[in-house]
């Protein structure tokens, strides 16, 4: 366990997004606040479309 996180061998589902989520944490404040609601959009359409998939193909 490093940093709190335990990692395993499992690929990202989001490629980058740990490189991505440790860049935005050493930000300011105001700047990590605006980072973190870009990517937490980001993560909703890919979802969303992710669940559009699911439905259109009969997979949970």
Do not use: C, K, N, Q
């Amino acid at each position: 366990m490093a940093d709190g996180y335990e990692f395993d061998d499992r690929p990202e589902a989001v490629p980058g997004l740990a490189a991505r989520l440790a860049s935005i944490e050493t930000r300011p404040l105001a700047d990590r606040s605006a980072a973190f609601g870009r990517l937490h959009d980001e993560l909703r359409v890919v979802l969303e479309g992710a669940d559009s998939v699911a439905s259109s193909t009969g997979r949970p």
